[in-house]
């Protein structure tokens, strides 16, 4: 059994551009939540994706969206992007919304 | 809001040290409680998951409690191993919100021979 991937590995954009992050789930799960993690703090919760639509959302703007796609994989988009996106990107994947999350080994983005 | 907190912060021991590593939370209506490991740049590992009707949960060398009324939950790690040096994180389920974790900052441990 294939646990989670995500793509790339690391991650070098400049202010004001914008990412494209992936998420591969793992088999037998269609709910995919992505969390931030900056350097010395805990994963925050950006948004869940359950079925191919949003599911709940944190506390980050707009311009932080997401995908599901009918494989379960998902993305993460980040435009315009700031200095403070910098920061580890988790996947974790579950097979139901409220099923324990496994995560991925997550994507190093440095914005500068 | 629910906060979740960890304390210690950072904690160096030698080698076979019994542990405890604490966590608080302030809202007691959780689902359930989850304690990962995490290696420096690395995802995160899943140790132990609590549901909020259980008072604990066992594998090998690892214990972690939940005391909901309270607010708090421990992980004791016995005879601690050099293996062991990681970040551990609490992360509560909230009742309201059952699609997302809402992490505590860490608690940072060296194991040293």
């Known amino acids: 059994e294939t646990g989670v991937t995500q793509s790339p590995t690391h991650l070098i954009k400049t202010r004001g551009q914008q990412v494209t992050l992936r998420c591969s789930s793992q088999s037998g799960h269609n709910t995919v939540s992505w969390y931030q993690q900056a350097l010395g703090q805990g994963p925050q919760f950006i948004f869940q994706?359950?079925?191919?639509?949003?599911?709940g959302r944190g506390n980050f703007p707009p311009r932080f969206s997401g995908l599901q796609f009918p494989n379960y994989s998902s993305e993460l988009n980040v435009n315009a992007l700031e200095l403070d996106d910098s920061a580890l990107y988790l996947c974790?994947?579950?097979?139901?919304?409220?099923?324990?999350?496994?995560f991925g080994p997550g994507t190093r983005l440095t914005v500068t | 809001k629910q906060e979740v907190t960890q304390i210690p912060a950072a904690l160096s021991v030698p080698e076979g040290e019994n542990l405890v590593l604490n966590c608080s939370f302030t809202?007691?209506?959780?689902?359930?409680l989850q304690w990962f490991r995490q290696d420096p740049g690395k995802g995160l590992t899943s140790l132990l998951l609590?549901?909020?009707?259980?008072r604990e949960q066992t594998s090998g060398r690892l214990n972690a409690s939940l005391d909901k009324s309270s607010g708090r939950s421990t992980l004791y790690i016995a005879a601690s191993q050099p293996g062991d040096s990681a970040t551990y994180l609490c992360?509560?389920?909230?009742?309201?919100?059952?699609?997302?974790?809402?992490f505590g900052t860490g608690t940072r441990l060296q194991v040293f021979p």
């Open positions: 992360a509560v389920r909230p009742q309201s919100n059952t699609d997302k974790l809402i």
């Open positions: 809202d007691s209506a959780i689902y359930n």
């Open positions: 609590i549901q909020s009707s259980q």
């Open positions: 994706y359950y079925r191919e639509e949003e599911n």
């Open positions: 974790a994947s579950s097979r139901d919304s409220y099923y324990e999350q496994y």
